[in-house]
Nanobody
């Protein structure tokens, strides 16, 4: 089991940027892929971005061209650089392996984009 702690969320205006961080309690090389997920109020959690051990990346259509996922295997961390933020990006953001492990969800970090 791995503990995951997200940070870096906050309140930002439309068009702004944020960088999220996720620290893992064990080597992220233990997982084939890591991902960022988000859950908006009243909606199901969805995957936003995925990065493999080989650093291949995939993105949800809604964030392509605006978000960038990266990883630091030495720091056991993954990151999500978010730019050109929109109100619909407002959500709690989580990291987890991909596919996600049910017992490893962290507290998440709130991102609020205001118009």
């Amino acid at each position: 089991q791995v503990q995951l702690v997200e940070s870096g969320g906050g309140f930002v205006q439309v068009g702004g940027s944020l960088r999220l961080s996720c620290a893992a309690s064990k080597s992220i090389l233990s997982f084939n892929s890591m991902g960022w997920y988000r859950q908006a109020p009243g909606k199901q959690r969805e995957v936003v971005a995925v990065i493999s051990v080989a650093e291949e990346t995939r993105y949800a259509d809604s964030v392509k061209g605006r978000f960038t996922i990266s990883r630091d295997n030495v720091q056991n961390s993954i990151y999500l650089q978010m730019s050109k933020l929109k109100p619909e990006d407002t959500a709690v953001y989580y990291c987890n392996s991909w596919p996600a492990m049910d017992n490893s969800w962290g507290p998440g970090t709130q991102v609020t984009v205001s118009s």
